[in-house]
């Protein structure tokens, strides 16, 4: 089998076509799907950052490294999802106003599919209007909130405070994540909960729906 330090590589160069094609050995040799990801894909997606912060890459080579994650991911992402048991739950899901990154919130969709439940994804840059929208108009127990801006984490805030103001607070349960934000922002600004990582979102999911179990 291939040394997965080149699925990695291939990420963080931009190389679509390797990162797919190393995924798809890697899975056709029994690597699982969630060591792939946890171990190798994000980690490159922090050092495509890091170098983004230092100024050795710029946004083309944040595109470039997006499409490749995501081009892997797409081998992923149905193993994560496939359980074929009856939804636990309904979760509306996005990526607040201002915020175009998907990567993580697609993931999370994933793992969640994976826990049982039905996701309702309402894609990127969510407006707080449209989260209140989505729990009046389906029967929603959670809705979840990705950011990956500190400047667009203050959306999380308001559209806490639309469900409040239209009165279906606390009808639902609110989960939020992303790189920036942290368990103290989600007491902060009155979420339910916040998960690390798109793996423990599941887990969280379930806990809060079933606080005793
Ligand atoms: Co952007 N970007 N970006 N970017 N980008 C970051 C976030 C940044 C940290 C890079 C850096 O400077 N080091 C920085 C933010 C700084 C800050 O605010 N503190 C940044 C910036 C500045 C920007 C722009 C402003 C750049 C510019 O234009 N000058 C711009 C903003 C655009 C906008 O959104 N309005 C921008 C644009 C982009 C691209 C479009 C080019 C691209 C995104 C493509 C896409 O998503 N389709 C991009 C990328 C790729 C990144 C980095 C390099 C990688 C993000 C990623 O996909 N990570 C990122 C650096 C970094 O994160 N290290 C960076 C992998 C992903 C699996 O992790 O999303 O963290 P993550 O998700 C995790 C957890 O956080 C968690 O689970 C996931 C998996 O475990 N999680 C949740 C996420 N959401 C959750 C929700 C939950 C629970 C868990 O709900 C319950």
């Given at each position: 089998m ?6 990695s ?8 076509k ?17 060591i ?5 894909m ?8 890091r ?6 890459y ?8 997006a ?18 048991v ?8 996005g ?18 599919e ?5 996701i309702?994804?309402?894609?990127v840059?969510v407006?707080p209007?449209?989260f209140v929208s989505?729990v009046?108009e389906?029967?929603v127990q959670?809705v979840a909130?990705?950011?990956l801006l500190t400047t ?5 805030k308001?559209?806490i ?9 606390n ?9 920036p934000?942290?368990e103290?922002?989600?007491r ?7 998960s ?7 887990s969280?999911a379930?806990?809060v ?5």
């Amino acid at each position: 089998m291939q040394d997965l330090k080149t699925l990695s590589d291939a990420i963080i160069n931009g190389d679509f076509k390797t990162a797919r094609a190393t995924t798809e050995q890697a899975l056709a040799s029994g690597v699982g799907p969630v060591i792939l990801v946890q171990d190798y894909m994000v980690p490159a997606m922090n050092e495509v950052g890091r170098r983004f912060e230092c100024n050795e890459y710029f946004v083309p080579e944040l595109l470039l490294a997006a499409r490749a994650m995501k081009s892997a991911l797409e081998l992923i992402r149905p193993l994560l999802s496939a359980t074929g048991v009856q939804p636990v739950g309904r979760v509306v899901l996005g990526t607040v106003k201002g915020d175009l990154h998907d990567i993580g919130k697609n993931l999370v969709a994933s793992m969640l599919e994976g826990g049982g439940y039905e996701i309702i994804d309402l894609g990127v840059n969510v407006s707080p209007e449209q989260f209140v929208s989505a729990v009046q108009e389906k029967d929603v127990q959670i809705v979840a909130m990705s950011a990956l801006l500190t400047t667009t984490m203050a959306s999380m805030k308001q559209t806490i405070e639309a469900l409040e103001q239209a009165g279906i607070r606390n009808r639902v349960k609110i989960l939020i994540g992303g790189a920036p934000v942290t368990e103290r922002y989600a007491r902060e600004i009155g979420a339910d909960g916040y998960s690390e990582s798109a793996a423990a979102a599941a887990s969280l999911a379930k806990q809060v729906l079933n606080p005793i179990s």
